[in-house]
């Protein structure tokens, strides 16, 4: 077990927004302000604060205004991975990064993961709950009863040991997924499909019970919806308080 987090991170931002429509149809949903800053940017700043050296950020839907966003970051160090050409979705994404990323753990994230902290750094717990001998991924996982913006019936089971079991059909889970969690580079070795989504994986893994998950401390902020900015901004206010 590491208590030190991976230095690089792979980070999805270039889907398309559909479920942000209208305020996607000119605006990429990473640039979407919540509470006068982007989300991409609440996200940067988080694994930054953790000590992140290096974000890897994939970007293809309106993609220009994205990088030169970027242009003005120093910390993480951004490099980005150019999708214009073809959307290859998450799986897709980090096999085409494959070279940078290394042979070690790296961490993943999605642009709309959002959360009001706990009392200690959750990117920080995660690191401290990696364990590689006994899991190929570890995902940040949120209550669905207290996160906002949460409109499905849920994701994920958890064991007493920490493992994830994925939501059966017509069932509801107590814990829906942050969109941050650490994953080893191997399973997407030899992999020779070039558009590949990542969730069969995740779910394959909880299958064969390596898949750890963590407790968020704190609230997740799913912004999925143009309602949901607002009700994602009412809850950053009341913690401000």
């Not at 305020?23 to 953790?50: E, Q, S, V």
């Amino acid at each position: 077990m590491t208590a030190s987090l991976p230095d690089i991170a792979m980070v999805f931002a270039a889907g398309l927004g559909t479920r942000m429509r209208p305020l996607t149809d000119a605006t990429p949903k990473p640039m979407i302000p919540i509470a006068g800053k982007p989300m991409l940017d609440h996200l940067l700043d988080r694994l930054a604060g953790a000590g992140v050296g290096e974000a890897i950020v994939n970007v293809h839907y309106l993609a220009d205004q994205i990088e030169t966003h970027l242009r003005g970051r120093a910390r993480p160090r951004i490099h980005v991975s150019d999708e214009r050409a073809k959307l290859l979705d998450q799986g897709g994404g980090v096999r085409k990064v494959l070279p940078r990323l290394g042979d070690k753990p790296f961490l993943m994230a999605n642009t709309d993961a959002l959360w009001i902290e706990g009392p200690t750094s959750n990117l920080a717990r995660l690191a401290q709950a990696w364990n590689g001998e006994r899991m190929d991924a570890l995902l940040l996982v949120a209550p669905s009863a207290t996160s906002v913006g949460v409109d499905w019936s849920g994701d994920f089971h958890m064991s007493a040991d920490g493992l994830l079991r994925k939501r059966a059909e017509r069932e509801v889970a107590p814990f829906v997924y942050t969109g941050v969690g650490i994953i080893k580079p191997q399973l997407f070795m030899g992999e020779t499909r070039e558009v590949f989504r990542l969730a069969p994986i995740l779910f394959d893994l909880a299958a064969r019970g390596r898949l750890g998950g963590l407790r968020l401390e704190g609230q997740w902020l799913h912004v999925g919806t143009p309602e949901a900015v607002a009700e994602a901004e009412r809850a950053l206010a009341r913690s401000a308080l």
